[in-house]
């Protein structure tokens, strides 16, 4: 069975602190990664994708990936309160063009 | 910023029925796609749709739901005949090429 795994949460962090959240994926042979992030309520919202091994940085957001781990991570720098929200591993899984297959998200509070 | 809009926001109807729920993808996106979201579950994938035709599909995806781009800017979901475990968020969602941009989703509740 092809999966993604997330750890559920809900992970709570000081404001300011680093968040890290963690998916691991069955399929090795996966190359396209993302993660989303979900408001109660609304739909998900594409934070950061990453293809290669290392690590890939867009203002407070570094996506890490390793491959021979099957392992991809998110870090939050300088947490805000309204970063606060369910975050979603999403793999494109090996004999899929482009189906987003998700994990079930790890909810993050950030304390103010 | 192009953005995803779907409609309606709320959709209730009785089991049964047929209901269709409307999208107008990202202008310059080729590919668009359906999910759906049960109530405190994982987002799942329903089908991906290319050059008008349908390019992959989830064992979700059965007879009872047709996927269809009317015009050129409307990608709808029909479901014919709707059961009460159908009740879910409905998300559209389309991509230039692999980055998939999720709408605000249509709340399907049948009773």
């Known amino acids: 069975q092809k999966e993604v795994e997330q750890n559920s949460g809900p992970l709570s962090v000081p404001e300011g602190a680093i968040a890290s959240l963690n998916c691991t994926y069955s399929?090795?042979?996966?190359?396209?990664f993302f993660w989303y992030r979900q408001y109660s309520g609304k739909s998900p919202e594409l934070i950061m994708s990453i293809y290669s091994n290392g690590d890939k940085e867009d203002g407070r957001f570094t996506a890490q990936l390793n491959k021979a781990s099957q392992y991809v991570s998110l870090l939050i720098r300088d947490s805000q309160p309204s970063d606060s929200a369910t975050y979603l591993c999403a793999v494109i899984l090996s004999g899929s063009a482009r189906q987003l297959t998700f994990g079930s998200g790890t909810q993050l509070t950030v304390l103010p | 910023e192009p953005e995803v809009t779907q409609t309606p926001s709320h959709q209730v109807t009785q089991m049964g029925q047929e209901v269709i729920l409307r999208c107008v993808p990202i202008?310059?996106?080729?590919?668009f796609y359906w999910y759906r979201q049960i109530l405190g579950q994982k987002v799942e994938f329903l089908v991906s749709f290319y050059n008008n035709e349908i390019s992959e599909k989830s064992e979700i995806f059965d007879d009872q739901f047709s996927v269809e781009r009317p015009d050129g800017s409307n990608f709808t979901l029909k479901i014919r005949s709707t059961k009460l475990e159908d009740s879910a968020m409905y998300f559209c969602?389309?991509?230039?090429?692999?980055?998939?941009?999720f709408g605000p989703g249509t709340r399907l509740t049948v009773t």
């Open positions: 399929d090795r042979v996966s190359q396209s």
């Open positions: 202008s310059n996106h080729l590919y």
């Open positions: 969602a389309s991509s230039e090429a692999i980055e998939q941009y």
